[in-house]
T-cell receptor, first 114, second 115 residues
Framework: DAGITQSPRHKVTETGTPVTLRCHQT?????MYWYRQDPGHGLRLIHY???????DKGEVSDGYSVSRSKTEDFLLTLESATSSQTSVYFC?????????????FGPGTRLTVT | AQSVTQLDSQVPVFEEAPVELRCNYS??????LFWYVQYPNQGLQLLLK??????LVESINGFEAEFNKSQTSFHLRKPSVHISDTAEYFC?????????????FGRGTSLIVHP
């Protein structure tokens, strides 16, 4: 299994509070991604990173920010959590330079905003 | 931009019966194709992939998928399913070339295997 962890695994927070989710990899992969998974919507890309300090928006980036100061860590921040951000969040990594092209996913973080 | 359609949101089937999960994508440009499986309360994991070469690809647990360029499809099949195959299945497509490290996912198909 690819070395990818997410923390916390579960979190309950109140509307309006800031929340930071962490993704940590030990594979030295260049690309990292944050997705949210909701019933009926499948996986939707929030933000992604193609290197240290290099990030870009996905299709559902409003209300989220990211940072990547080290190859191994990719942080997702909800500046002011809303109930619509209740979801399961997955981090993924990929390494296109190896010619494999697939993504490896973390175990997910279940976030509930009350 | 690609779009990926998984035609069935849910597929119920009895154990030992064959199953097909359908996946169509929008663009006929050269693509990489993937099927991922998600077991309950877990992340996604790669089931099989098509990058080039033979259009029929197989997984270690009996699934296979066939790349059909003319129909822009990558349907997943298994001749005899087990209870343990109950899971969510996602089809994903990446365009070859620039920006191809951002795959497009379908909405998923829930395979429910009944005893």
């Amino acid at each position: 299994d690819a070395g990818i962890t997410q923390s916390p695994r579960h979190k309950v927070t109140e509307t309006g509070t800031p929340v930071t989710l962490r993704c940590h990899q030990t594979e030295n992969h260049r690309y990292m991604y944050w997705y949210r998974q909701d019933p009926g919507h499948g996986l939707r890309l929030i933000h992604y990173s193609y290197g240290v300090k290099d990030t870009d928006k996905g299709e559902v980036s409003d209300g989220y920010s990211v940072s990547r100061s080290k190859t191994e860590d990719f942080l997702l921040t909800l500046e002011s959590a809303t109930s619509s951000q209740t979801s399961v969040y997955f981090c993924a990594i990929s390494d296109w330079s190896s010619g494999s092209y697939e993504q490896y996913f973390g175990p997910g973080t279940r976030l509930t905003v009350t | 931009a690609q779009s990926v359609t998984q035609l069935d949101s849910q597929v119920p089937v009895f154990e030992e019966a064959p199953v097909e999960l359908r996946c169509n994508y929008s663009s006929s440009v050269s693509v990489y194709l993937f099927w991922y499986v998600q077991y309950p309360n877990q992340g996604l994991q790669l089931l099989l992939k098509y990058l080039s070469g033979s259009t029929l690809v197989e997984s270690i647990n009996g699934f296979e998928a066939e790349f059909n360029k003319s129909q822009t499809s990558f349907h997943l099949r298994k001749p005899s399913v087990h209870i343990s195959d109950t899971a969510e299945y996602f089809c994903a497509v990446s365009d070859r070339g620039g920006g191809s490290y951002i795959p497009t996912f379908g909405r998923g198909t829930s395979l429910i295997v009944h005893p």
